[in-house]
């Protein structure tokens, strides 16, 4: 045997497996959309886009209704629109999705505490770790989707293998409220009659260099000398692929409850030019982040801006404090710093805001605008229009969903400083002292937003439909009510208050005369 086929040897019998069925992996089924569906009656059944609403908008999901109308997430919402007509089109309300997604992360550290969520509607359990001996894999998954059902009204799909990689491919073979288990002694008769894409990290453009080379099936992937995907797709991107062509992934579950950054973006109907008014939108953009960020800890280390240009090339620059800071000027600066750094000397399509290397506690008395440290993130390369689940192993690590988040309703929550970097309104006042309450925000056509809640002094809680100049079309229901019709009221006479979503409604909460239809 050669060197070469010494080095795949030694690469294959280095990753130690797992030797039975103990990763699982959950996935809720077309999770915005089956909660704006469950907290809104008269959606059930019916097709649901949920998105960026504005000229650019993408899909972030579309309900099983819009699928089978040819919509699906990342699809700009304008042609999802041309293919589902009928489709309610909803801006995301994450502080619901939120509430619903601690409740299924809640039922898998039931089962176990080792759990890894992904993000805020998949995770990763490990069986092995639940107390009391590992559980059978099917009767573990059937526990976990009775329970999410009855907790929430919602769905999950669920995969189990000996790793990551086949516990998510396999979630994802029965969808919906599938169950897939793949046990060691069948892996590879389920994996290797699958398309390639099927493997986390093989996107449009990596996909086109396997497709030179006459691979389009795991199995045709897995005939590839290690030597030939090493020179074609580069050595990491390459060894990683000859090793999950044989499913061999060794990764383990990461328990992690630390959330690792906060942020907002916006793609923007025209593209931007010129300095003052794309530093003006990115002045928008960071009150959205703030927000996220109070939720967090409240004080971050490192300001990351996101410039998403009009031929789609994008740019991430940073900022970086030598300590973490909960300053909403100097966030707010750092920002503006870290965009110009990008370049912003052609049109602008999206800007972005994230803060990392988060902390609950800022540090006071700084001298911070003499130590600040930037780092570049990354070039300006071609950039395929976002929304992929996995970033692609060629095409860069920037693949969130355009239409995540950009239009998400401002909160009510008080910055946590006064703006001078001293903190006042967190150190000044006395242990007891009860903080005023914000004023509340009235809908009008400015910060009206289709699937937003709103309240009415007498009709009680909705959800809006559209708003034109002083007219508003609202839904008076909610998860406990029968379906609404339509009502058109005028802002003048009849005021309507944006408020939060109210959480997760149990279906055993929901009247018995209505469950037959709205439960």
Request: negative net charge; proline residues 7%.
């Amino acid at each position: 045997m050669d060197g070469r086929g010494d080095r795949a040897q030694r690469l294959v019998a280095a990753v130690r497996m797992r030797d039975a069925a103990t990763v699982m992996h959950l996935d809720a089924d077309a999770f915005f959309a089956a909660v704006e569906q469950r907290d809104k009656p008269s959606l059930r059944g019916k097709p649901v886009l949920v998105g960026g609403v504005g000229g650019r908008g993408v899909v972030s999901t579309a309900s099983y209704e819009a699928r089978r109308d040819g919509a699906r997430s990342a699809m700009p919402m304008a042609r999802a629109r041309r293919l589902s007509p009928a489709a309610a089109v909803l801006t995301p309300r994450f502080a619901a999705y939120s509430a619903y997604s601690a409740v299924i992360m809640g039922v898998l550290r039931e089962l176990t505490p080792g759990v890894e969520p992904l993000s805020i509607d998949e995770a990763f359990a490990d069986l092995a770790q639940a107390e009391g001996g590992t559980p059978e894999p099917e009767e573990a998954a059937a526990r976990v989707q009775a329970r999410v059902a009855d907790l929430t009204g919602l769905t999950v799909s669920v995969g189990v293998g000996r790793s990551k990689l086949v516990a998510k491919i396999a979630s994802d073979l029965r969808k919906p409220a599938g169950v897939v288990v793949v046990r060691p002694e069948v892996e590879d008769d389920v994996l290797l009659p699958l398309e390639v894409r099927v493997i986390p990290g093989v996107g449009p453009a990596t996909a086109g260099a396997l497709e030179r080379l006459g691979v389009r099936t795991v199995a045709d992937l897995r005939r590839q000398p290690l030597d030939t995907l090493t020179m074609t797709l580069g050595e990491a991107s390459g060894t990683h692929l000859y090793l999950m062509a044989r499913g061999l992934d060794d990764r383990p579950v990461v328990v992690s409850t630390e959330r690792k950054s906060a942020g907002a973006e916006r793609t923007f109907a025209h593209d931007l030019f010129g300095r003052e008014v794309v530093l003006a939108a990115v002045d928008d953009v960071v009150d959205e982040a703030l927000q996220r960020l109070e939720r967090h800890g409240g004080a971050a280390r490192t300001v990351v801006a996101k410039v998403r240009y009009g031929d789609f090339s994008t740019v991430t620059r940073s900022v970086t404090f030598s300590h973490p800071t909960a300053s909403a000027a100097d966030l707010r600066d750092a920002a503006r710093r870290a965009t110009l750094a990008a370049g912003i000397d052609t049109p602008v399509r999206l800007l972005g805001v994230s803060f990392h290397n988060l902390a609950p506690h800022a540090q006071l008395a700084l001298d911070l605008h003499g130590d600040l440290e930037q780092r570049d993130l990354g070039q300006r390369g071609d950039d395929e229009p976002a929304g992929a689940a996995t970033p692609d192993l060629l095409d860069g690590l920037d693949a969130a969903p355009d239409g995540a988040g950009r239009d998400e309703a401002a909160d009510d929550e008080a910055a946590a400083d006064d703006g001078s970097g001293n903190e006042a309104s967190r150190v000044d006042h006395p242990p007891d002292a009860v903080p005023a309450a914000p004023a509340p925000r009235l809908l009008d056509v400015t910060n009206a937003r289709p699937g937003l809640d709103v309240e009415h002094a007498t009709l009680g809680r909705g959800w809006v439909v559209h708003v034109r100049d002083r007219e508003a079309t609202v839904r008076f229901e909610k998860a406990t009510t029968p379906p609404a019709r339509s009502r058109v009221l005028d802002l003048d006479a009849d005021p309507l208050v944006l408020v939060e979503p109210v959480g997760v409604t149990p279906p055993d909460a929901v009247p018995a005369e209505l469950r037959g239809t709205s439960a």
